[in-house]
């Protein structure tokens, strides 16, 4: 079992920096993929990037490729996704999720078994 918890939210403007943070439970977080997910109004959750379990692989969505980026600290049981520059279009709470053993495609929202409740992001123009 794993207990996720997301941190950093806020509103901020656009052209801006915002790390988001997720806290990690239990002792094998070094087993699990890591992937940020994030949901706007009225909108399916969408990928946004993933994180191997050893950190030595990452994956963006073409929407955030350049601007986003993520690590990980596996010591500290952490994930972080550094956003540079968002876009007014990046509003949406963002998720961290856990997928034991780096399974499946790492772009898909069922390939995740474990979630955190989600932190709001609100980018001003």
């Known amino acids: 079992q794993v207990q996720l918890v997301e941190s950093g939210g806020g509103l901020v403007q656009a052209g801006g920096s915002l790390r988001l943070s997720c806290a990690a439970s239990?002792?094998?977080?070094?087993?699990?993929?890591m992937g940020w997910f994030r949901q706007a109004p009225g909108k399916e959750r969408e990928f946004v990037g993933a994180?191997?379990?050893?950190?030595?692989?990452?994956y963006y969505a073409d929407s955030v490729k350049g601007r986003f980026t993520i690590s990980r600290d596996n010591a500290k049981n952490t994930v972080h996704l550094q956003m540079n520059s968002p876009k007014p279009e990046d509003t949406a709470v963002y998720y961290c999720?856990?997928?034991?053993?780096?399974?499946?495609?790492?772009?898909?929202?069922?390939?995740?078994?474990?979630w955190g409740q989600g932190t709001q992001v609100t980018v001003s123009s």
């Open positions: 999720a856990a997928n034991w053993g780096n399974r499946g495609n790492y772009y898909l929202v069922q390939s995740y078994d474990y």
């Open positions: 239990g002792r094998t977080f070094s087993t699990y993929r």
């Open positions: 994180i191997s379990s050893s950190g030595g692989s990452t």
